[in-house]
């Protein structure tokens, strides 16, 4: 195999992610991998910093061809269309909740993660103590502009 590096023109192998130099690629006659062994098709074999003009219109090529199929770049399913439609669901959710009487958050809410009791308990000791801390720094700030003010 052939040593990457600047002057040298690599591809990767899109169902692996293995990188090789472009001439051995072309030299390999299978269509296996030499790393890992998994298969791909010669459209799957992608330049890294395509310059070209040939090789940049065989890749919008190739990503029209997956969106068609429904498919993304490592030829998995897009899931994107899912995703928006839940999305939507999601908004019309928020605007009811906005529209609501806006939730407060809790200690509970940022311990809810830790699921050794010992540790949950230290932890909403010390944010306790921490938000006592802040409300002190705030009533100090808010007497000091008051006699900044009258001053």
Same mark, same amino acid.
């Given at each position: 195999?052939?040593?990457?590096?600047?002057?040298?023109?690599?591809?990767?192998?899109?169902?692996?992610?293995?990188?090789?130099?472009?001439?051995?690629?072309? $030299?390999?006659?299978? &269509?296996?991998?030499?790393?890992?062994?998994? $298969?791909?098709?010669?459209?799957?074999?992608?330049? /890294? /910093?395509?310059?070209?003009?040939?090789?940049? @219109? =065989? /890749? $919008?090529?190739?990503? #029209?061809?997956?969106?068609?199929?429904?498919? !993304?770049?490592?030829? &998995?399913?897009? &899931?994107?269309?899912?995703?928006? *439609?839940?999305?939507?669901?999601?908004?019309? *959710? #928020?605007?009811?909740?906005?529209?609501?009487? *806006? #939730? *407060?958050?809790? @200690?509970?809410? %940022?311990?809810?993660?830790?699921?050794?009791?010992?540790?949950?308990?230290?932890? +909403? &000791?010390?944010? +306790? #103590?921490?938000?006592? =801390?802040?409300?002190? =720094?705030?009533?100090? +700030?808010?007497?000091? %502009? %008051? @006699? !900044?003010?009258?001053?």
């Amino acid at each position: 195999m052939k040593e990457l590096g600047p002057a040298v023109k690599s591809v990767y192998l899109v169902p692996c992610g293995h990188v090789f130099a472009d001439v051995a690629m072309k $030299e390999i006659q299978e &269509k296996i991998c030499p790393e890992c062994g998994a $298969e791909f098709e010669q459209d799957n074999i992608v330049p /890294l /910093l395509a310059t070209s003009e040939a090789d940049i @219109e =065989r /890749l $919008e090529k190739r990503i #029209e061809n997956l969106k068609s199929q429904g498919l !993304t770049h490592t030829s &998995k399913k897009d &899931k994107s269309e899912k995703k928006k *439609k839940h999305k939507g669901d999601d908004m019309e *959710k #928020e605007d009811k909740a906005a529209n609501g009487a *806006k #939730e *407060k958050k809790t @200690e509970d809410a %940022r311990i809810s993660g830790i699921n050794n009791s010992f540790a949950a308990s230290l932890m +909403a &000791k010390v944010l +306790a #103590e921490q938000d006592e =801390r802040n409300k002190r =720094r705030k009533l100090v +700030a808010e007497s000091a %502009r %008051r @006699e !900044t003010a009258i001053g």
